[in-house]
């Protein structure tokens, strides 16, 4: 038996390396190093159009050619290859495109515009080119798991880029890339809730079945209609993918800091690898993929259709709102004062159960929330008063107001706010420990101000911060997340805003400044830190060991096990070293010597 199925092994992949060669893309020499690209348009061995007419039969019609969203605004999309005008989705367009939701449920549109190349934008003029950019050429808008394996099984056999997309929300463009054939996972909304769960491990509280397709607000929404109600761990962000990307690369967010991470929760994954096989994965079956998948990345091992998470009892939360901005004072210190008061206790909010949100940009500070789970109005006021105590002596003024609510979901709506997509900006982070600020409050704060002022003389920057610990009093979870975060205490992502116009060079440069300005700073008041693989710097230097820690050499075994062609790819996940994009920003290749 063993015999027959290695003879059988050896025999398919035989048939696998004929396949591929006959389906190699080009071969280019950059700087003396040979790639190996993936299949793309202008190659001769890019599908035909027979070709995908028989993949749009396999998934029962559910191929679509992928339109940019702006495309109905101009009068032809690549050169007049398709006609897209339409006066009434061009206004329809024009109305959404700062709504998270109309834009995540969109088949191909990205957040970001930066990583679609800026291209086919909304506008007033039909006669304005509408060109494909960075963004892929069909879409399966997949609705059964038999669609996803098509799509995948396709992709791996004609060697095309393949890119999973889900809500499109990714800071990092992972959703996004040029030339590929994208399977959107963005309609798998099924969710059940389970009073005691049975399965594998140790769990045996309530968990709930959710489709990856499922956002954060709904899935929270949802929760909240069980009776007794119940909660989970997701994100700030109403919108973002909760089952797709958000675990995959660990996911936190207001109950963290007594919870955990959102895939410190997961009990089991159902997916499809890249083979097209489905497969279980949790404590029983597959431990190796179910540790992976838990923070090891985004579209690195496997594509997830649905996942089972543990539920926890909805408890009374209290929020506290703080504005430092231009109608309090126009003084920079001050201001920065405020602001070193504030960040320099995050250690203290985080031994309490906390979590804070915040932005921080030139002259504004908004808190929004502080979190207070478990906690009443007069629990969360007694709580920060070194805070308020601190404010207060220094005459850093502002305003602040504490609410309370039974529950956190009621919490959650009031006292959480949306954020506007469609913003043009090069992003990087850092995540301080516990130890970072005990050490070096005060260089942490003036780091994250650097970032939040104007990171060069054109520029400005803006950063969104975190206070944030998954190691609080909760079991620490195994799982592939880098255990710096079971000691952090402050997670900031930084990003430098741009306009949209600026060249290819202007970008990289702009980029190098994150990396190596910012990025600089941040590392250097964080040594004791980490990095963040859903909200951090593409250029990360020594990405691995930043994103992952101790738990990369594990991961990259994984992945060698599970995609070793690389079928999936997104920059700075295992196993991904010798891949590059190149011709600016455009070919996936692989180099081969
Ligand atoms: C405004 C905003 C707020 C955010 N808030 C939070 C937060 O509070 N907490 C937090 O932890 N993160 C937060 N994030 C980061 C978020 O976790 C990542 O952007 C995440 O990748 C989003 O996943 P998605 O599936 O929604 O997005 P997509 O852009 O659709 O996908 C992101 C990545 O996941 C992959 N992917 C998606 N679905 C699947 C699947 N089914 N199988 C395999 N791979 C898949 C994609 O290929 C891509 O690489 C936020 C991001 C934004 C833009
Ligand atoms: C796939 O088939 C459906 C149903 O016949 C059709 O509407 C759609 O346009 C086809 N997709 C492509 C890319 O031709
Ligand atoms: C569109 O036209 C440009 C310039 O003529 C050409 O380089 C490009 O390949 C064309 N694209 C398509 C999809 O035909
Ligand atoms: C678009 O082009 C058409 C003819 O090619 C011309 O009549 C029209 O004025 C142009 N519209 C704009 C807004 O420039
Ligand atoms: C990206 O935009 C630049 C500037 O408009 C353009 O020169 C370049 O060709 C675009 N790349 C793609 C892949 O569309
Ligand atoms: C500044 O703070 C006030 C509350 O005191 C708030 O109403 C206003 O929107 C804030 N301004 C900015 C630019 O955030
Ligand atoms: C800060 O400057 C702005 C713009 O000049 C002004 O409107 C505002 O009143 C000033 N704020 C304070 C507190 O003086
Ligand atoms: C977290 O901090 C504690 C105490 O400071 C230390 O013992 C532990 O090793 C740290 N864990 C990690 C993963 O750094």
Redesign the pocket.
Known sequence: MARTSSLLVALLAAFDSAVAAQWKGEVKKVDGVTYQCKCYSDNACWPTTADWKALNTTVDGALQLAIPPGAPCHKKFENGTVSTFDEAACAEVKANWFNEQWLTDHPIAN?WPLYTNNTCLPTDDPNSSCTRGMYGVYVVVAKTKAQIKAGIDFARKRNLRL?????????MG??TGYGSLIIN?HSFKDVKFVKKYSGPGDWTGSAAVVG?GVQGRELYRQAFAQKPPVVIVG???PT??W????I??????PLTTIYGM?ADNVLSFDAITVEGEYVTANAYENPDLFWALKGGG??TF????SLTVKTFPEIPTAGTTININSTHTNDTEVFNKGFHIFHNLANHYVENGMFVYFEVSPGRLHIAPIVGPRMDEKKLNEVLKPLFDQLDAAKIPHDRHTKAFPTFFEFYIDMFED?QPNQNSVVGGRLFTHKDLDDNADKVADAILFASNHPTPETIGISIGHIVDPGHGVPVADNAINPKWRNSSSFVITNILMTGLESWEEKKQLEDVQTNVVGKKLREAGPDGATYV??GDLNEPNWQESYWGANYPKLLQIRKKWDPKGVLY?KTTPGTEDWEVLDYGTKLCKKVQ
């Open positions: 957040l890119i999973i997309r889900n809500t499109g929300h990714d800071f992972r959703s996972t990856a994100g700030e962000c973002v993918g089952g797709g990307g958000y995959q690369g660990g996911g936190h967010g959102g985004p579209s496997a594509v997830v259709v954020e859903n909200e997104t």
